[in-house]
């Protein structure tokens, strides 16, 4: 009994220190406005915004915010004033309001007040101002990220991380950048606008700070700073420890997503892939105000706008022919997509394709978010065949497809209505370098292998799983559109065969983009399975490099990806196309696999490639499959083709694009491609060519 008391007392003693002092806490996003958002204490312009993310300024001008943990900390030992190892990892984004120039930054700080009375925006990162800055009075510690020069602090460049002790003239400094396991050094760009994670470690006994950033959820290997310093006479015994971020003249708005601290251990690094994600971007609004001062003119406006509006009312009135009621429940009338969509506003544009416009909608009962594509086509011939399809192509259903819920057909619009994918489509995750929308972050390996296993999977059920062979026709990264978690999601099936209704019926019209498009496609005219089989190919080297299947801007042979590709995997250096981006952070092995299935899909003769079941079975392999090596494109591209090209159309694979550069390289969209008039059969989409038909 005795025995077992004095047990209970040592654990209660080993267990009651702990307890009772604050040594750590963790942030996952710092949940919706309200009363639960009172455990972040904010001043200046910061907001913790619906989604949960916390914005520490906008896009105003000369603004500051802050962000503190509410209670003060024990950053030092009371006994011998040694301040203590301290260890905290954060994500972070800057989304500045012109795509490549920043203001001003964001700063890590420990502190002895929340409120940083008398502080200032612009240089001074809402930290200190002119009159105290640099006196050792202030005891403020800050890790600054800034993305301005200035040259009164001797800054290095208008993208860097630097230590500072009560100075903005850092102590230490360095231009962004990760390492990978590789140990090749990776630039980083803090004005992307996607997120990033940084972190801070204090090794209280061996003095030296390290800071360290990446785009992705674990932590490099090596600290991008380490820097000697004993932070004791800098700091006070308690302290209070939070974020700070200022806009000068030019402006961007600073986010904080998660933030994990811990005091005397190592801080969890954050899953970057479970924090809110940044909100999209918002397109300007050009309000127009008309100010009429007579009242009489007004109401002759107002009886003329009202005879325009039912003039146009009636004009437009949504047609249904008969035929279209047979096709199941899905008609949406136009009213509900127009009020869905807030009547088709710019702000609510998601982008646009080949085909038309795409809208962020909310249905007006269910609320559900939606995407509607509005497609014009002068062929009303086209839309007739295309709505006669909707209802197969309804009954479509996979969970790496992008659901079509329905169709709404107005004149020579047809507007289509699909389940709303928050994170966009794969092309703007994977190239980062255009102006492209801010993404969360850069995809991981793992993100990117499911995507490609996901696609994989769906064209698999388009082409052997479902009743009928379903051809894509046009499977392309811009296609791929990324749901709430990450998952790849095909979308746009059956479109294709809309465009493949040209005016003039003698020419049919392929479609598909350069680079994905199947040399034997351009000859024939006639897509099958193993046209997409090779499409899909060029996807996953694109998610694999991290590159376009043609770069007009990359050195002449670098242009093809698959040729550069093909190149340096004969010559065993695979391992230099992945994308460097990765930083090393890869599996090896899959990335083989990758590179193997994308080279074979990609393969010039058609009959060479692999089916998808194939390509399936390969991309979920267990460690015991066997992913064979990809055949070699015939040596002598241009005489030896297997599938006999002729001379018109173009070959595999450098010299097949030269001849379509000029209509198009630089665009990158689709390009209707004349096919010869000959033995072309009528491309229908869902013809019941049965499972085994394919090759
Ligand atoms: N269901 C959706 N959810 C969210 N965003 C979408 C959705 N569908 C499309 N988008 C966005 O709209 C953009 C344009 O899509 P769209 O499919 O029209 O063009 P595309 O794929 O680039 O070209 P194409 O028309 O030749 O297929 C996409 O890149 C994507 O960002
Ligand atoms: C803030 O409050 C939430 C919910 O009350 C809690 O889960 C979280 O741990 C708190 N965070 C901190 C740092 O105290
Ligand atoms: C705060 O968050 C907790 C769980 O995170 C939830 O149970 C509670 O209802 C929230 N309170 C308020 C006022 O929102
Ligand atoms: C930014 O925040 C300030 C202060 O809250 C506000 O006055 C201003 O209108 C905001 N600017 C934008 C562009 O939202
Ligand atoms: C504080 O310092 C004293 C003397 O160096 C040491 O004995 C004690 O363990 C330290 N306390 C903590 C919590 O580190
Ligand atoms: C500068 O900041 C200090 C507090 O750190 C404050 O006392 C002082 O008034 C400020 N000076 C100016 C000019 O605002
Ligand atoms: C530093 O600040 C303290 C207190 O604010 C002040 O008394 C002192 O004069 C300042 N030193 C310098 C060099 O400005
Ligand atoms: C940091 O720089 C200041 C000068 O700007 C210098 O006085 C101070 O000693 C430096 N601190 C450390 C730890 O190097
Ligand atoms: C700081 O980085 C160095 C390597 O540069 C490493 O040896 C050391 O353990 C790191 N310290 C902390 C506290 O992370």
């Known amino acids: 009994m005795a025995k077992n008391l004095t047990f209970f007392l040592a654990l209660l003693s080993f267990l ?9 806490f963790s942030y996952s996003g710092f949940s919706g406005g309200g009363a639960n958002s ?49 260890s905290t990892a954060f994500a972070f984004a800057a989304v500045p309001e012109y795509a490549t120039l920043g203001g001003h930054g964001l700063a890590f700080v420990i502190a002895p007040s929340k409120e940083l009375e008398g502080a200032l925006p612009s240089q001074y990162l809402g930290l200190l101002n002119a009159s105290d800055v640099g006196n050792f009075s202030n005891h403020v510690f800050a890790v600054e990220f800034d993305t301005v020069q200035d040259f009164e602090f001797g800054d290095i460049n208008d993208n860097h991380v630097g230590i500072d002790i009560n100075n903005l003239a850092s102590n230490a400094s360095a231009a962004v950048a990760y390492f990978g396991y590789d140990g090749k050094k990776n ?37 991008l700073l380490s820097f000697p310093v004993d932070l004791s006479p800098i700091l006070h015994l308690q302290m209070f420890v939070g974020f700070s971020a200022s806009t000068g003249l030019l402006s961007s708005t600073h986010y904080l997503l998660g933030w994990n601290f811990k005091m005397n251990g190592i801080a969890q690094s954050l899953d970057l892939s479970s924090l809110p994600s940044l909100p999209q971007p918002q397109k300007k609004d050009h309000t127009f105000v008309i100010a009429v001062s007579a009242t009489s003119v007004a109401v002759l406006i107002a009886v003329i706008v009202a005879a325009v509006y039912l003039f146009y009312k009636i004009k437009n009135a949504d047609i249904i022919e008969p035929w279209e009621l047979e096709c199941g429940p899905h008609r949406f009338s136009y009213g509900e997509l127009k009020r869905a969509t807030k009547g088709f506003r710019d702000r609510e544009l998601l982008g646009f394709g080949g085909f038309g416009k795409v809208y962020k909608g909310t249905l007006p009962d269910s609320r559900a978010e939606v995407a509607v594509k509005r497609v014009s086509h002068e062929s009303r011939q086209g839309i007739r065949e295309f709505v006669a399809e909707i209802g197969s192509i309804g009954q479509l259903r996979h969970r790496n497809l992008v659901q079509l819920q329905g169709w709404c057909r107005r004149r020579g619009d047809l507007l289509l209505v699909y389940d709303y994918m928050p994170n966009g489509s794969l092309d703007k995750f994977l190239f980062l370098d255009s102006e492209n929308q801010p993404s969360n972050s850069l995809l991981s390996w793992d993100q990117r292998f499911r995507i490609l296993r996901g696609v994989a999977s769906a064209l698999l059920y388009l082409h052997e799983e479902w009743e009928h062979v379903v051809i894509h026709r046009d499977v392309k990264a811009s296609n791929i559109l990324l749901d709430a978690d990450m998952n790849g999601r095909l979308g746009d099936f059956g479109l294709a065969k809309l465009y493949e209704h040209g005016a003039n019926p003698s020419t049919t019209r392929v479609v598909g983009t350069l680079g994905y498009l199947a040399p034997e496609l351009t000859r024939t005219g006639r897509p099958t399975s193993s046209s997409d089989v090779f499409a ?37 250096r695979w391992t230099d196309v992945v994308d460097p981006r990765l930083g090393g952070y890869y599996v090896r092995e899959e990335v083989k696999v990758a590179i193997k299935v994308g080279l074979m899909c990609s393969h010039p003769a058609a009959p060479l490639r692999p089916s998808m079941r194939e390509v399936a079975r390969y991309l979920n392999g267990g460690k015991g499959e066997e992913v064979p090596d990809p055949p070699s494109p015939p040596v002598d591209f241009e005489g030896m083709s297997p599938v006999g090209f002729d001379a018109f159309v173009p070959s595999y ?43």
């Not at 220190?17 to 750590?24: C, E």
């Not at 550069?661 to 209707?672: E, L």
Request: with cysteine; net charge negative.
């Open 16 to 24: 009651l220190p702990a307890a009772s002092q604050q040594d750590g």
């Open 38 to 86: 009172s455990n972040i204490s904010l001043n200046g312009v910061a907001e913790i915004e619906h989604s949960g993310i916390l914005r520490l300024t906008n896009e105003t001008s000369r603004l500051l915010g802050h962000a503190f943990y509410p209670d003060r900390l024990q950053f030092k030992n009371a006994t011998d004033g040694a301040a203590f190892s301290f």
């Open 187 to 223: 630039e980083l760009n803090l004005k992307g606008g996607h997120t990033i994670q940084a972190w801070v470690d204090y090794d209280g006994v061996g003095k030296v700070l390290n800071v360290t950033v990446s785009p992705f959820s674990s932590k490099p290997p090596r600290p």
């Open 536 to 572: 899909f190919g060029a996807v996953v080297l694109e998610v694999v490099c991290g590159r376009r299947p043609i770069e007009p801007r990359a050195m002449p042979e670098e242009l093809v990806l698959v040729d550069w590709v093909w190149e340096l995997w004969s010559s065993g």
């Open 653 to 695: 694979p450098s010299s097949s694009f030269d001849k379509l550069s000029a209509c198009s390289i630089t665009s990158g969209r689709d390009v209707p491609v004349s096919a010869g008039s000959g033995k072309v059969g009528p491309l229908v989409y869902s013809t019941p060519h049965f499972r085994a038909s394919h090759v």
